[in-house]
């Protein structure tokens, strides 16, 4: 699986919108970008995933540049209870592991 | 939705005994993987299973074995808990693009 690479923590203002970055230059044709997040004491939550194009579902977007080596998770109303350590994770769809980076520990704040 | 259920939240365990960790998935999932995450670490793969009886080793397989007799049933074994086995234990089960974790097993060996 291609490596991926977050910023350790950030910060973000209740009611805005929260942008997570991740580069994964290397990434293969065949893999997925995935996202999940961590809220304390919980287990890892799926949010999101994507190939190529954008995607949306009720708890965030997904934007992947054309070249695919980066992305971009987008909580549009950051709310206290988002507060957690987003993961960003590459692999194929048919591989069996999933192996979870450092991640970002996202902080909302009032 | 899918529940994975761990069969304690919290345990403590002495030096040399032998500890069973129990994941129940209530989905027929084929995959299901056991994890251990410790400060700093985030999340290690220790084993998973993409069918009854066939096992696979994770990132940190040593000193950990597991089970999985059952589809819905995968046990993670400690055959002598160590002191560096303290740890918070996540299970989880996979469909397609989507994983699935239980709320972890906090194991202290004392």
């Known amino acids: 699986d291609a490596k991926t690479t977050q910023p350790p923590s950030m910060d973000c203002a209740e009611g805005r919108a929260a942008n997570l970055p991740c580069n994964h230059s290397?990434?293969?044709?065949?893999?997925?970008v995935y996202w999940y997040r961590q809220i304390h004491s919980q287990g890892p939550q799926y949010i999101i995933h994507g190939l190529k194009n954008n995607e949306t579902n009720e708890m965030a977007s997904l934007i992947i540049t054309e070249d695919r080596k980066s992305s971009t998770l987008i909580l549009p109303h950051a709310t206290l209870r988002d507060t957690a350590v987003y993961y960003c994770i590459v692999r194929e769809n048919a591989g069996n592991m999933l192996t979870f980076g450092g991640g970002t520990r996202l902080m909302v704040k009032p | 939705d899918v529940k994975v259920t761990q069969s304690s939240r919290y345990l403590v365990k002495r030096t040399g005994e032998k500890v069973f960790l129990e994941c129940v998935q209530d989905m027929d999932h084929e995959n299901m993987f056991w994890y251990r995450q410790d400060p700093g670490l985030g999340l290690r793969l220790i084993y998973f299973?993409?069918?009854?009886?066939?096992?696979e080793k994770g990132d940190i397989p040593e000193g950990y074995s597991v089970s999985r007799e059952k589809k819905e049933r995968f046990s993670l074994i400690l055959e002598s808990a160590s002191t560096n086995q303290t740890s918070m234990y996540l299970c989880?089960?996979?469909?397609?693009?989507?994983?699935?974790f239980g709320q972890g097993t906090r194991l202290t060996v004392v």
């Open positions: 290397t990434i293969s044709g065949n893999e997925y």
């Open positions: 989880a089960s996979r469909y397609e693009f989507r994983a699935f």
């Open positions: 299973s993409y069918d009854v009886k066939m096992k």
